[in-house]
């Protein structure tokens, strides 16, 4: 009995040995028992929605980048909300090329260039935000024409002397503030200037600062502020910001202006501009180099040019000029965005904004942006994309 049950033992561990070896010889190709494999299921990557990027929202032009700001009236740019009430400087500065690079340029918001004497033209900036300027300058003299131009900025003139014969009636107003260099009868200096280097009396190193002009100011009692009837009004008309002034509506009578080469006018300096597509300004050049501001070394741009022929003459033998600033007869070009039409020009009072009409006869709108005026003789020319250009209004 024990040995029948033993057998049966045996038998059975057989058949279990011989059913796991047939599983073995499946993987290794030889016959025997199958086992279906079953291979686990590869899942499918997980595709990731696409991030939409958030737009990036644009600024509102209309909407002032901080609270408070406001449109300044010289530029239409945003100032801080008091800068409309603060009356800016006009600052006399040489154009000589040793006189270059100069100090505050970068705060002006319009820039004129007239000829003196001779063969040689002279500069004049209005400058605001010019309280904290370490250094203003080099300063030169003034001619009485540069003052009936400063004067509707309602500014503090800033100079350094000027032909007595000429420029003393003017300076000498009660109503004209002014702060000269050399003191004496053509103004006070209030203490206001500096030599750099200490002690020079050469040309083109006199300076002033925004430190020693506001107590050059106090001194003399000049009003910080704009006079009541000035205050509240924009100089210029601006075209909205979100809709530019891109000439493209005179048509025809656009003529185009990309390069702007004053050398007929001031054949000296050889004032130049070019302008720049990409940020829609002019880069304003001298004997042929980029006139830039002696701190920050950027080079002067311009969002409008004018260019405005005035009737002039020659007043003794030394040459010393006079300019017609009062006028309604005479015309002028003005460009912006590479382009330029023909204009008219009008000013019949000391304190009123020269005033520049297309040739329907309505006021021009001005780009937001520095201005750059050339105030030329009427005899001159100049050219725009290298044609030529001459002055038609009436002469006399």
Not at 271 to 293: C, E, F, I, M, R
Not at 355 to 368: F, M, Q, V
Request: glycine share 10%.
């Amino acid at each position: 009995m024990k040995k029948a049950q033993l057998l049966a033992l045996g038998l059975l561990l057989a058949f279990t040995v011989a059913g796991c070896g047939a599983g073995k010889e499946e993987e290794s190709g030889r016959t025997g028992v199958v086992f279906e494999k079953v291979e686990a299921p590869v899942a499918a990557p997980v595709q990731e929605a696409p991030v939409e990027e958030e737009p990036e929202e644009e600024e509102d032009p209309d909407v002032p980048p901080r609270e408070g700001m406001v449109r300044d009236f010289f530029s239409n740019e945003w100032v801080e909300g008091d800068q409309n009430i603060k009356r800016p400087l006009a600052v006399m500065y040489p154009i000589n090329k040793e006189a270059q690079p100069q100090y505050g340029l970068d705060k002006v918001r319009v820039f004129y260039e007239i000829m003196e004497e001779g063969t040689m033209s002279r500069q004049m900036g209005i400058l605001e935000e010019w309280e904290d300027l370490n250094k203003i300058g080099n300063l030169r003299s003034i001619r009485d024409y540069f003052v009936y131009a400063a004067l509707e900025y309602d500014p503090i003139i800033i100079h350094y002397g000027g032909p007595e014969v000429y420029v003393k009636d003017i300076l000498t107003r009660s109503d004209v503030d002014n702060l000269n260099g050399v003191g004496g009868v053509m103004g006070p200096d209030g203490g206001a200037f500096f030599r750099d280097p200490p002690g020079s009396t050469s040309e083109h190193t006199a300076y002033t600062d925004g430190a020693r002009v506001t107590k050059g100011m106090e001194k003399l009692g000049f009003q910080a502020n704009h006079k009541e009837e000035y205050s509240g009004v924009p100089h210029f008309t601006f075209a909205p910001v979100k809709e530019p002034n891109t000439l493209e509506q005179y048509g025809s009578e656009t003529m185009s202006a990309e390069k702007i080469d004053m050398t007929g006018c001031y054949p000296v300096t050889k004032s130049a501009l070019s302008y720049h597509a990409d940020d829609g300004l002019y880069y304003k050049t001298l004997y042929g180099n980029p006139q830039v501001d002696a701190v920050s070394g950027e080079q002067l741009t311009f969002a409008n040019i004018i260019v405005q022929g005035t009737y002039w003459e020659k007043r003794d033998t030394n040459g010393y000029l006079a300019f017609r600033m009062h006028d309604t007869t005479h015309d002028g070009y003005y460009i912006t965005g590479g382009k330029m039409i023909h204009i008219t020009w009008k000013k019949t009072a000391d304190y009123e904004p020269t005033k520049y009409y297309d040739d329907n006869g309505e006021e021009i709108e001005l780009n937001t942006g520095r201005t750059m005026i050339f105030v030329a003789r009427d005899s001159d020319t100049f050219t725009a994309d290298g044609t030529e250009y001459t002055f038609k209004s009436e002469k006399h």
